[in-house]
């Protein structure tokens, strides 16, 4: 059965389409559209945690997230990730 992760990213719009990040696991991808950059992310990121767990190394990712495998065991999840917007004051 498959389990559902929500995983933060980061989109930023490029002269040409648009390149996109997840943080929590360092894999990023783009697309030409938002939608496609949306798509292309969730494909790769499958990828990669397919990749984890043939290697033998999903318990380090999900440690990675904060996710317990019992949890993960358990369906939807969201890493115990919390994520703000800082203002920095830059004198020019």
């Known amino acids: ?3 559902q992760m929500l995983l933060n990213v ?4 490029e002269e040409k389409g648009y390149s996109i990040l997840c943080p929590e696991l ?8 938002f939608e496609e950059s949306i798509a292309n992310i ?10 984890a767990e043939e290697l033998g190394i999903l318990d380090d ?10 949890d993960f065991k358990k ?3 969201a890493p115990r990730v919390v994520t703000a ?7 020019i």
């Open 1 to 3: 059965m498959a389990k």
């Open 10 to 13: 980061i989109i930023k719009e």
């Open 26 to 33: 360092n894999v990023a991808s783009q697309g030409e559209t």
């Open 42 to 51: 969730k494909e790769a990121i499958e990828l990669y945690i397919e990749s």
């Open 61 to 70: 990712v999900l440690d990675q997230l904060g996710i317990s495998k019992e």
């Open 75 to 77: 369906g939807k999840i």
């Open 85 to 91: 917007n800082v203002p920095i004051e830059i004198e």
